[in-house]
């Protein structure tokens, strides 16, 4: 069964850069899915960041688009995110999950604060 | 691109049954939409898929008490003999070939 655990650092300086890794258990990120990072700040709802497909491809919130990039490791059987120019309003619980249409799979989620 | 409305909070009696409601907005109508539940602390958990056609597919390990229905831009879910670990946020996702969307969540409250 394919399993998703999420990890960095749980403390970014503002204006810093975000880094976060998803580790894929279980199976493969080259199968034919997408993979994402979703994001829900305290209190508050789910938000998509942005995803990779198995053949490379990308999509990004375009809220986020001009910070944003995700990326894959197939020899590490990981994805990765990075947020660049963070503010306060970036503190969330970062979640990578699968698709397979819609999300079927979830990581446990990583808490990330922004604060100096 | 689609948006999804939700009610912000629904709530039910232990053992009773509860619809929950998920529209689709204008010209989108037909999109599948999937159903998640988020417990208090917790991570969203997959229930289901759910077409326009009222056709659902569950994830796995997901009660037979979870079911899903649909009527033209609404998608719904049905939480049948309530228990109190049904308390959650139940939240709504739709995708194109684009972007994903989640609606704003339900947070349903067992009495």
């Known amino acids: 069964q394919v399993q998703l655990q999420e990890s960095g650092p749980g403390l970014v300086k503002p204006s810093g850069t975000l880094s976060l890794t998803c580790a894929v258990s279980?199976?493969?990120?080259?199968?034919?899915?997408?993979w994402s990072w979703v994001r829900q700040p305290p209190g508050k709802g789910l938000e998509w960041i942005g995803e990779i497909s198995d053949s490379g491809s990308t999509s990004y919130n375009p809220s986020l688009k001009s910070r944003v990039t995700v990326s894959a490791d197939k020899s590490k059987n990981h994805l990765s995110l990075k947020l660049t120019s963070v503010t306060a309003a970036d503190t969330a619980v970062y979640y990578c999950?699968?698709?397979?249409?819609?999300?079927?799979?979830w990581g446990q989620g990583t808490l990330v604060t922004v604060s100096s | 691109q689609p948006v999804l409305t939700q009610s912000s909070s629904a709530s039910a009696s232990l053992g009773s049954s509860v619809k929950l409601t998920c529209t689709l907005s204008s010209g989108h109508s037909s999109y599948i939409i999937a159903w998640h539940q988020q417990q208090p602390g917790k991570a969203p958990r997959y229930l289901m898929k759910?077409?326009?056609?009222?056709?659902?597919k569950k994830g796995s390990g997901v009660p037979d008490r979870f079911s899903g229905s649909s009527s033209g831009a609404d998608r719904y879910l049905t939480i049948s003999n309530l228990q109190f670990e049904d308390e959650a946020v139940y939240y709504c996702e739709t995708w194109d070939s684009t972007i994903r969307v989640f609606g704003g969540g339900t947070e349903l409250t067992v009495l």
């Open positions: 759910l077409e326009g056609s009222g056709s659902y």
């Open positions: 279980g199976g493969s990120i080259s199968s034919r899915n997408w």
């Open positions: 999950a699968r698709a397979d249409g819609g999300f079927d799979i």
